[in-house]
């Protein structure tokens, strides 16, 4: 998956690779198996695991999630994520 948008104040691009399954009580569990990437315009990165319960909104396909996030970075700018 690919999503541009805004973290911590600044514009960032992430890339992850993300599955989830469908379980008997309906919910969907879903991870992203190795690690994602955060890339700031400037070339800040910041790497990321995560992993969540979701459900199916009824507006389509959407899905909603909620979990967990584990953030790691270097960079000055992206330091609130750690």
Do not use: C, H
Request: charged letters at 15%.
């Amino acid at each position: 998956m690919e999503i541009r948008g805004t973290i911590v104040g600044v514009a960032s691009t992430l890339v992850a690779t993300y599955w989830s399954v469908l379980r008997p009580d309906g919910k969907l569990y879903g991870e992203n198996p190795g690690q994602g990437v955060l890339m700031t315009g400037d070339g800040d990165t910041a790497l990321f695991r995560g992993a969540g319960l979701g459900w199916f909104t009824g507006s389509g396909a959407a899905v909603s999630f909620r979990g967990a996030v584990y953030w790691e970075t270097t960079s000055q700018k992206l330091a609130r994520l750690n």
